[in-house]
């Protein structure tokens, strides 16, 4: 076991972008190993041995470990990698993930030194449930560019569905659970818009040794995710719910991210931290 590194899949059309990064992270301090991961040979031979002229990178590979390596084809090879990975303490990120910084910091950071995870908040201000009174008491609304009942951020039916989910993994409502989702577990429906999203899985912090159980979790919600991903949007919500169904604590970056120029940049000391690309 290896105490720190880096794990990342790469697609082909982000493999310009992972190494500029690789670029960056090397330039600035960051030596850790880099784990890529791919499902067969996804990396074109000229972006790999430009990879490999930098030192500790490691290419990995998900037919390594299973026949069925199609099923983890999408979202869900994050959390394969996550499972099988060589480290102690794992930094994952998504290929197109842009840092301004050396991200190594946080694993000084006493909020993960506590929890053993750092995740980072979502447009938790943008994607938003609005459930309207007449859809509710089932009368049917007037259907405008505005307003669609069919749209997942308006559908009663969806509403139920996911509350059902979550409440299928978590029946009783952990003391840590988060606040802006505490709608989950509240008889009556949201009286204003409550946050459809709460964690960005782009970049995922976490200890192995403090959390050996949460990943499982997690692997297993993401193995599952024919079903899983019916009810929340790909992998970003597996992390924290494979945490609590582990029954241990987590910790979230306390500055909201912000759109800027289209793209999801995240901050810290109100300075640009890493962005999706």
């Given amino acids: 076991m290896i105490e720190k590194g880096i794990i990342v899949a790469c697609p082909q059309k982000y493999e310009k972008i992972l190494l500029n990064n690789i670029k960056f992270l090397r330039n600035n301090g960051?030596?850790?190993?880099i784990e890529i991961w791919e499902i067969g040979n996804e990396i074109s031979t000229n972006i790999r041995n430009k990879i490999k002229i930098f030192s500790n990178i490691y290419f990995r590979n998900v037919k390594t470990y299973t026949k069925n390596y199609n099923h983890w084809k999408g979202f869900q090879i994050k959390a394969f990698m996550l499972y099988h990975n060589r480290f102690q303490h794992i930094l994952l990120m998504d290929a197109d993930v842009?840092?301004?910084k050396n991200p190594e910091f946080i694993f000084n950071n006493a909020n993960y030194?506590?929890?053993?995870t750092y995740f980072f908040h979502d447009l938790i201000y943008t994607w938003r449930f609005e459930l309207r009174k007449d859809?509710?008491?089932g009368r049917i609304p007037i259907i405008n560019k505005i307003y669609n009942p069919q749209d997942k951020f308006h559908s009663i039916k969806f509403f139920n569905q996911r509350k059902k989910f979550i409440k299928?993994?978590?029946p009783n409502k952990p003391k840590n659970f988060p606040k802006l989702w505490?709608?989950?577990?509240?008889?009556?429906y949201p009286k204003h818009s409550v946050t459809e999203t709460l964690q960005e899985s782009g970049v995922v912090f976490m200890n192995?040794?403090?959390?050996?159980k949460s990943i499982e979790y997690i692997y297993n919600l993401n193995k599952d995710h024919n079903n899983t991903y019916k009810y929340v949007w790909g992998d970003k919500e597996t992390f924290w719910l494979g945490v609590l169904l582990a029954n241990n604590d987590y910790y979230f970056h306390k500055e909201i991210p912000k759109m800027i120029n289209g793209k999801v940049t995240h901050f810290d000391n109100n300075s640009e931290f890493w962005r999706q690309k």
């Fill in 168 to 170: 299928s993994l978590l």
């Fill in 98 to 100: 842009i840092f301004y």
């Fill in 182 to 188: 505490n709608y989950i577990y509240d008889q009556e």
């Fill in 113 to 116: 030194i506590r929890t053993g």
């Fill in 135 to 137: 859809h509710i008491l």
């Fill in 208 to 212: 192995r040794k403090k959390h050996e």
């Fill in 30 to 33: 960051c030596n850790l190993p």
